[in-house]
């Protein structure tokens, strides 16, 4: 268990350099979902601490934003290195306060540490154009420059790698960046502070708060020195954030919620996609955005499936995240329980049939069973929310175009995923889902070197890929005349 000396294990914010409290000194319990227990406390900030955090940055932007993508690059390399040298700490940390499998929790870093490194490549490529001009006597140029001062607002179930893909590009790109982690899991947040001052990623160029959600987003959603907000959570939050974005005229990059259909077309392989579906659903117990939220199965393979799923999802290991074989951790906090306790409660009540799992664990506090539901219908409500929890409902469909259009029945568009073995269904299919991303015989797609985002209501911009630093930078169009 990592212990309170641990340096990464940090009770204070991090401004313009500084460690520092919150001016009223309060803080905030932050709590092991294995076990409840209280692992400390960090700052309660507010909007001054905030206006000071955006104002260091400001300062740093000022000499960062002249560096050479070539220095900020070889930043980015050490960052990637610090990162990767304390991987496990850096991961059982994450594990303590959030409670995904350890196994997860290492491989979350190490994807951190990829976002890093692709972006200190990624940096070195912000190309404009010279472009053909109208004018004799003159000659277009168009440049990208840094946006500037970012806030970067992040979820507690990625708590490190969603952090990684706003201040990679951030940092790439020459802006500077006050970033705000969940407060469930400020800890994995508060270790970039120590994470940069090891890579020597100047003062002020990153800062972190932490504090109230509301307090904090305020400030950075109305202060005219920042100039894009980044965030990953909840559609209503993303939703609050760009009203109130809007009266700076912010770039705005929004991550929000999915609604991720899982298809399985009678001409499936049976175990490739019941690999995937366990891969797709169980995944830090449920709780991605990623997550199978509907599982859509064809009536002639759907007995089969229902069958192997139940088997492998018995097969789940549950407990600490921190003990050998684990596969599924606690869920976050005791709401989250009972949101997935409601779910379960509202598709009984309408025909739906629990043939595995369906209660709390045994292990008490907030670990829940894996859950398969079957018989699901469109009027329960898993179909247009999403649990975040270890629950699958399986749906059954008789056609192609059914599922398709139950797939894409939903105010999401993030991830999903289908199963078959036919070509031009594949085509058909990918080509008639309105998502972002898709996988195709595939449960988990996500990459660093490919765009993440959504459609619809699922979100605004893309993370990773070389699209992923598309929002840090502004266009510059010049004009030179009288040649
Ligand atoms: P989740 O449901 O996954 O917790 P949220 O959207 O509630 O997602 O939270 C994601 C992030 O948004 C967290 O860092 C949270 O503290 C922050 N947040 C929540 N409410 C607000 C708000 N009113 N303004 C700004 N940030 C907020």
């Given at each position: 268990m990592l212990q309170k000396t641990s340096h990464f294990l940090k009770e204070a914010n991090y401004i313009g350099g500084a460690w520092v409290g919150a001016d009223s000194g309060e803080t905030i319990d932050v709590v092991?979902?294995?076990?409840?227990q209280r692992i400390g406390g960090v700052p309660k900030a507010g909007g001054a601490e905030t206006r000071r955090a955006i104002e260091a940055a400001q300062e740093a932007f000022g000499s960062f934003r002249k560096t050479s993508a070539a220095e900020r690059a070889r930043m980015l390399r050490k960052l990637h290195d610090v990162i990767m040298d304390n991987q496990d700490a850096l991961a059982e940390l994450l594990v303590m306060e959030q409670g995904k499998p350890f196994a997860e929790a290492k491989g979350e870093v190490g994807m951190s540490a990829s976002y890093v490194l692709w972006y200190a490549e990624e940096g070195r490529r912000i190309y404009g154009d010279t472009v053909p001009s109208p004018w004799a006597d003159r000659r277009i140029m168009v440049t990208k420059e840094p946006v500037g001062v970012i806030g970067a607002i992040t979820p507690w179930n990625f708590p490190s790698s969603m952090l990684a893909r706003k201040l990679g590009p951030a940092i790439a790109a020459g802006c500077t960046a006050v970033a705000k982690p969940a407060s469930q899991t400020p800890y994995s947040g508060l270790a970039w502070g120590v994470l940069c001052e090891e890579a020597g990623?100047?003062?002020?160029v990153v800062n972190i708060v932490t504090g109230s959600a509301s307090q904090i987003g305020d400030e950075l959603c109305s202060n005219p020195l920042v100039r894009k907000i980044t965030f990953t959570g909840s559609t209503e939050i993303g939703k609050l954030l760009l009203k109130k974005s809007a009266d700076t005229v912010k770039k705005v990059s929004m991550e929000l919620g999915g609604n991720a259909p899982f298809v399985v077309f009678d001409d499936a392989d049976l175990d490739r996609a019941v690999q995937g579906a366990i891969a797709a659903k169980y995944r830090n117990s449920g709780q991605t955005c990623v997550c199978t939220n509907r599982f859509f199965v064809q009536a002639g393979i759907y007995d089969r499936f229902v069958e192997k799923m139940v088997e492998e999802t018995k097969r789940l290991k549950v407990g600490?995240?921190?003990?050998?074989?684990?596969q599924q951790g606690p869920l976050i906090d005791a709401d989250a329980v009972e949101k997935v306790e409601e779910f379960i409660a509202d598709a009984t009540s309408k025909g739906g049939k629990v043939v595995a799992g369906g209660s709390r664990h045994a292990l008490g506090g907030t670990f829940f069973e894996p859950t398969i539901i079957t018989?699901?219908?469109?009027?329960?409500?898993?179909m247009q929310e999403e649990i975040f929890g270890p629950v699958a409902p399986i749906f059954r469909f008789e056609k192609e175009e059914d599922g398709v259009a139950l797939a894409n029945d939903t105010v999401f568009g993030l991830a999903c995923y289908f199963y078959t073995s036919d070509l031009g269904r594949a085509f058909r299919v990918m080509e008639g889902l309105r998502y972002g991303l898709v996988g195709v015989n595939e449960g988990v797609i996500t990459a660093v070197e490919a765009p993440f985002g959504g459609v619809k209501e699922s979100g605004l911009g893309r993370e990773g890929g070389h699209q992923g630093i598309e929002d840090y930078l502004d266009t510059k169009y010049v004009c030179i005349g009288g040649l």
């Open positions: 092991n979902p294995a076990n409840g990623i100047p003062r002020g600490s995240g921190l003990d050998d074989g684990t018989e699901a219908t469109p009027q329960m409500r898993f």
